[in-house]
């Protein structure tokens, strides 16, 4: 909603027509001898040499997932191998341009990528980058495999890094790229520009976008390529990538340097079949992959569809590709024409195609093809292909006897370290700016109107008598947030951040207020309404180096953002062997008011995956801490935020919150109000009900309640509540998720065995009820009220002389609800 685009109706409402142009189909026709003026012998002879590596290094695993054992020496692989025999004109086409400065992010069937790409690298670099990547990485572990007894040059050592690195990998050896975590599926070597590879179809569709967004924020060179599938044309996280990738704001809105597309390419390898569903034909509507770029921008992406049986071919689109990149005229859509001979995994017999079909694409073999126009065209003899052949064969099954060693190669030792992987699933690093220089910033922070605003509100919310400020005086939760996200802009130069409404409105519940006048475009802006692609872009953005606020506007929507969060975000780490981190701290905001679809309280789905930081602060203090904690971390954070409490003062932190820079500890619970007869542990706003129930509590019944607020759901120290127990013997742990599968019934077990001996009575879940969410009117039947928590004292822990119950907390009526499902 920028105020400087005009919306002119009289231009909107004149007739006319869309005019698409002309897409490019298979257009190079050039041979090698043709191109002998472009390529010297060495380089076409690599090419062959290229496609030779990734066919002989799937064909042993083939052999290996089918008959157990390759070249006479048996291993069984248990794990996966998506295979892609047939595609590697199409792989090594894509890598032979590309530098290390050039990323790749591929999908499930990505062996030969990894390979064509880290060849690629090898050749480009010099001798001594080379043998500073190989020692540097894991501190030489992977290199020592494979440099024992070698006498041959930098490069050809390179080679059996490359192929060991990944085959150990493949295999779950700790001396693999990833030390065993990613495996087949996610294996990846960043220092040769190889990013990770994704087990989920199209999964790599949004994160390449986040990576071209941190090269354009970040003015750092190259370019990015999303390798994936034709199938995966269908999926979600692709398609909201592209809409991503081609908002009009990068070349209309954004200023100076930052004004033009982002470096990105979408390189549909089309092998014509996903799973076991023929694209074209079947499951798709598109008949060439390269038709869809019509659909997104004037540009058309700048669409092709080229041969990728011809590596010449994509080796002369990429050369093109990458003017237009240059030139910021970003996204590219590339279509790359190709055939898989395998199936879909080894254990796909293929039934869904003929015999006929494979042999006549096999006819077309773009190795057999390729090595006749070198020996035509005089480059090479047959008996020098074969002796590249011969040369591969031999290295493949020398790196493939050492990657099954268990001496050379072992697994992790979970027994001798049997907390290795948990070790890797975060970071826990502390780091003010995720890149080195100034912060780009419109102006000085103390001359920003919103900072100037807060120095004159009231931090404590009560004056010298207890009487509160007006709510227009005091200092609210969002400006907790607010203060802590301005002053890390300021620190940091990579962070950025996006979502729904985001820039000219100050965000949906004016967090960012006061930011839009103090931020250039390019680190504050409005995304597509696309939560896919805010969560999965931002996912690419941070494992390239820099850091990111994605906003999802309402709890609600995280299921928009499933994947993204639930299956990359809190994954790669862990699956890099650290490599990776992954600086994220997305903002979700948990509603009330507006019914069944958006005041959902969606905490216990985020607690429940590995890998992901959650935390629900409930007062201004601890909002702001806590977000200065998340943006100094290195960690995924999902930080929610309650629509009910964003205009609440500080009540409990008598000092008032501090201007300064301060943090909260991740994990630690607070003693909001101290009592002795009953805990009460809450998370989110329900704290303030529990607040009122304990002033019912003591002014009807004499009973003294200690309020814990939980802050954080990821981690948390029990210590604090078993200390409570130990004195009150009783507790209630209170959320406003429903009851049902939730976090509460989590911290409930966990107290039950952590403090059985100092119980009084079991502990007792109060959450929502196990309903839609209703409207507005109807919420007090919905989420817990003071009275709830009097009930459940009543029913569960004991009996309060005079107590009538308003709710239900019987076992009858439990046992009731669950035999009717709600």
């Known amino acids: 909603m920028p105020k400087v685009q005009f919306l002119d109706p009289n231009e909107s409402r004149k007739g006319g027509s869309i005019e698409f142009k002309p897409i490019p189909v298979n257009q190079y026709n050039k041979t090698v001898k043709d191109e002998l003026k472009n390529f010297s012998k060495d380089e076409l002879i690599r090419i062959y040499h290229d496609m030779v590596v990734i066919r002989e290094f799937e064909t042993m695993l083939n052999l290996i997932k089918t008959t157990g054992e390759y070249n006479g020496v048996s291993y069984n692989h248990p794990g996966p191998a998506h295979l892609s025999i047939g595609q590697e004109a199409a792989a090594v086409g894509m890598a032979f341009t590309l530098t290390v400065e050039d990323f790749i992010f591929g999908s499930h069937r990505s062996h030969g990528e990894i390979l064509a790409k880290g060849l690629s690298a090898i050749a480009k670099l010099s001798d001594d980058q080379l043998s500073e990547i190989m020692e540097k990485f894991f501190d030489g572990s ?78 750092k060179p190259g370019l990015v390529v999303a390798n994936i599938g034709d199938a995966s044309m269908a999926c979600g996280p692709v398609w909201e990538g592209i809409t991503f990738a081609a908002m009009d704001q990068f070349a209309k809105l954004w200023e100076g340097d930052m004004k033009g597309g982002l470096p990105v390419i979408f390189n549909v390898m089309n092998n014509q079949y996903g799973m076991g569903g023929q694209t074209c034909g079947e499951t798709m509507g598109y008949g060439m992959a390269a038709r869809i770029g019509a659909g997104v921008n004037e540009d058309q992406m700048h669409a092709e569809r080229v041969d990728g049986y011809n590596p010449l071919a994509v080796i002369d689109a990429y050369k093109r590709k990458r003017k237009v990149i240059e030139e910021k005229r970003g996204p590219v859509l590339l279509e790359v024409l190709t055939y898989r001979y395998s199936g879909h995994s080894p254990s796909d017999a293929s039934s869904y195609r003929s015999k006929e079909e494979v042999e006549a694409w096999q006819s077309h073999d773009s190795i057999i093809g390729f090595g006749k126009q070198l020996v035509e065209a005089g480059v090479a003899t047959e008996k020098d292909l074969a002796t590249v052949t011969e040369d591969v064969k031999s290295i493949i099954f020398d790196m493939f006897k050492l990657s099954i060693d268990p001496d050379v190669s072992p697994y992790m ?4 370290h049997p907390e290795l992987i948990g070790d890797m699933m975060f970071s826990n690093e502390s780091v003010d ?149 992954m600086p994220v701290v997305m903002r979700v905001s948990v509603g009330s008011k507006y019914g069944a679809q958006h005041s959902q309280d969606w905490t216990s789905l985020v607690a429940h995956i590995p890998g992901l930081k959650v935390v629900f602060p409930a007062t201004p203090y601890d909002a702001k801490g806590l977000m200065n904690t998340a943006l ?18 500080e009540q409990f932190h008598e000092e008032g919150v501090p201007a300064g820079y301060y943090e909260i500890p991740f994990g630690e619970p607070d003693v909001k109000r101290e009592g002795k007869d009953v805990t009460i542990l809450t998370i989110g706003a329900t704290l303030y009900r529990a ?47 429903t009851a049902r599968g939730s976090f509460l019934n989590d911290l409930a077990r966990n107290i039950a065995e ?6 009084d009575a079991p502990p007792v879940v109060v959450g929502s009820r196990n309903w839609i969410t209703p409207a507005f009117e109807l919420e007090d039947s919905f989420f817990p009220q003071p009275d709830w928590f009097i009930d459940a004292i009543h029913e569960k822990m004991i009996p309060l002389k005079g107590h009538v119950c308003k709710s239900n907390f019987t076992d009858s009526e439990q046992i009731r609800r669950s035999r009717l499902g709600v």
């Open 142 to 219: 992977t290199l020592g495999v494979v440099k024992k007894g070698f006498n041959g040059s930098i490069k050809e050592l390179g080679r059996r890094f490359l192929i060991y690195g990944t085959l150990a990998e493949v295999f779950a050896r700790e001396t693999g790229f990833n030390k065993g975590l990613g495996g087949s599926m996610h294996a990846f070597f960043t220092p040769f520009g190889v990013y990770p590879n994704n087990a989920i179809v199209g999964g790599s569709g949004d994160i390449a976008v986040g990576a071209a967004l941190f090269k354009k924020v970040n003015r």
């Open 413 to 416: 030792d979970m027994e001798k």
């Open 433 to 581: 700016a995720m890149l080195p220089g100034k912060a780009e910033v419109n102006h000085e922070m103390a001359e920003n109107a919103r900072v100037k605003q807060l120095e004159k509100k009231e931090r404590f919310a009560f004056d010298k008598d207890g009487k509160p400020f007006s709510k227009m005086k005091q200092y609210q939760l969002r400006d907790g947030i607010f203060e802590a996200i301005i002053d890390r802009f300021y620190k940091d130069p990579s962070l950025i951040a996006y979502g729904e409404e985001n820039r000219d409105w100050g965000g949906a519940f004016a967090v960012y207020r006061g930011l839009t006048e103090a931020l250039p475009y390019h680190r504050l802006f409005n995304s597509p309404i696309a939560e896919a692609a805010i969560a999965g872009t931002a996912i690419g953005y941070a494992m390239c180096g820099g850091r990111v606020i994605p906003e999802i506007m309402y709890c609600d929507f995280l299921g928009r953002s499933g994947d993204e969060v639930f299956n990359q975000l809190p994954k790669w780490q862990a699956m890099s062997g650290n490599v990776l981190k």
């Open 632 to 649: 100094q971390g290195t960690d995924p954070v999902i930080y929610f935020e309650s629509q009910r409490l964003y205009d609440i003062g």
């Open 691 to 737: 607040l009122d129930a304990a002033k019912i509590l003591e002014e009807k019944h004499g009973m003294s309640a200690e309020i814990i607020d939980a802050r954080s759901l990821v981690p948390f120290n029990y210590e604090k509540v078993i200390e409570s127990v130990k004195k009150t013997g009783r507790i209630i742990i209170s959320g406003d998720a």
């Open 754 to 759: 952590l403090a059985f001996d100092y119980l």
